[in-house]
Structure formats: structure tokens, C-alpha cells
Antibody
Framework: EVQLVESGGALVQPGGSLRLSCAASEFTFSNFWMSWVRQAPGEGLEWVANIKGDGSEKYLVGSVMGRFTISRDNAKNSVYLQMNSLRAEDTAVYYC???????????WGQGTLVTVSS | DIQMTQSPSTLSASVGDRVTITCRASQSISSWLAWYQQRPGKAPKLLIYKASSLESGVPSRFSGSGSGTEFTLTISRLQPDDSATYYCQQYKSHYSFGQGTKLEIK
């Protein structure tokens, strides 16, 4: 069974940095686009970033451009989200997600909570 | 950016009922639409992709239809564990989600 396990969530002060990791297993990781999707407390879902299987293409939602970076290490079956200049509005559960054959999100991790507060 | 609008925002129904949730896109997305179920405290789960294709393992009580800008998710023979929030998502141009529909089972 496909598994996605996020880690790295924490309480961080505004302006701080955090790196989220997602360890994938039970599928050929390098064949799939991977995304990060977040959900603020009590709110809906927001796609944040994605990266192609070979890492050659990356996209970010406008609100995080210039602050967040997505990367992957196919040798470690892992995808990362580097978050800099964090703001209160970045507070959310961050989900690591696999993009299925048609770009929909077919597998989700359990999420990791990022809280930005002083 | 493509905006997705769901209705209703909340819905209450009884076990055995059939309910329908509507999702509208701000521009045509062909059939590039998915539906997800999110139970409280859990990650979302894929139900439907390409507007009407049922994900493996999802009960056939769930069905999707539509194309272009208007889509529906229908749940037949409601069960107690269908209580959840349901989201539509377009994946024609990057990704965007509807605001969610919270379904309560009476």
C-alpha cells in the first residue's frame, strides 16, 4: 500500500523558517509528480506546490512564491518543502500528496501541523 | 485562476437518503474534476476523478457527473459514516478546490 509520511511541522515565530519532509514508499517514486496541499484550521484545502518526477518542473501558488521552495530526492524517495519568511497565514496542516495518472490527488499523507505564532 | 464554487455549504440528510452536491467552475475545465471526502481529523480521500470515474475501492453509492463548468456528486443510500466534508477540485490548470460541503447525517 502506498504510504506518505510527513514530518517537520512545528511552532515557529513569524519570519522564521521550517523544512517539511515527506517519505514515500510502496510505489516507484520517480514516476510521479508530488504536491503539497495545506489546510488552515477550520478552513478548506489549498494547493501549495508541486514537482515533476525528475524534478525538472516545479510550480508554486502565488501566495508562497519567493518564500517556499519544493524539492525532491529520488534516491531517498522523499519530497521536501522549504518554507522561509513564514507568516501567521501559513499556519496549517500540510499534506504530502501523490498526483495520480491524471494529475488528481490519489494518495495523501496524514499531514503535519505548522503553527506560525509569536 | 479557475475558481470553484460548491453548493450547498452544509447539508443534513437521513440514513438511506440520496443527496447531491454541486460544483461550478469559473471557466470550462472539460472533465478535469475530482471529488474528495474528508472525515474530521483525517486526510482527504479521493472518491471520483475525471468527473465520473470511481476510484478503486470507493462504494458504487458514490457517483459523479458533469462536464464543462457544472458538476455533481451524488451519494445514494446514505450511511452514517458518509458524514464528512466533500470537496471538488479542478486540475485543468494547476489546482483549485471548492470551499467544501459539510454533510451531516441525522
Amino acid at each position: 500500500e502506498v504510504q506518505l509520511v510527513e514530518s517537520g511541522g512545528a511552532l515557529v515565530q513569524p519570519g522564521g523558517s521550517l523544512r517539511l519532509s515527506c517519505a514515500a514508499s510502496e510505489f516507484t517514486f520517480s514516476n510521479f509528480w508530488m504536491s503539497w496541499v495545506r489546510q488552515a484550521p477550520g478552513e478548506g484545502l489549498e494547493w501549495v506546490a508541486n514537482i515533476k518526477g525528475d524534478g525538472s518542473e516545479k510550480y508554486l501558488v502565488g501566495s508562497v512564491m519567493g518564500r517556499f521552495t519544493i524539492s525532491r530526492d529520488n534516491a531517498k524517495n522523499s519530497v521536501y518543502l522549504q518554507m522561509n519568511s513564514l507568516r501567521a497565514e501559513d499556519t496549517a496542516v500540510y499534506y504530502c500528496v501523490r498526483e495520480g495518472g491524471g494529475a488528481y490527488f490519489d494518495y495523501w499523507g496524514q499531514g503535519t501541523l505548522v503553527t506560525v505564532s509569536s | 485562476d479557475i475558481q470553484m464554487t460548491q453548493s450547498p455549504s452544509t447539508l443534513s440528510a437521513s440514513v438511506g437518503d440520496r443527496v447531491t452536491i454541486t460544483c461550478r467552475a469559473s471557466q470550462s475545465i472539460s472533465s478535469w474534476l475530482a471529488w474528495y471526502q474528508q472525515r474530521p481529523g483525517k486526510a482527504p480521500k479521493l472518491l471520483i476523478y475525471k468527473a465520473s470515474s470511481l476510484e478503486s475501492g470507493v462504494p458504487s453509492r458514490f457517483s459523479g457527473s458533469g462536464s464543462g463548468t457544472e458538476f455533481t456528486l451524488t451519494i445514494s443510500r446514505l450511511q452514517p459514516d458518509d458524514s464528512a466534508t466533500y470537496y471538488c477540485q479542478q486540475y485543468k490548470s494547476h489546482y483549485s478546490f471548492g470551499q467544501g460541503t459539510k454533510l451531516e447525517i441525522k
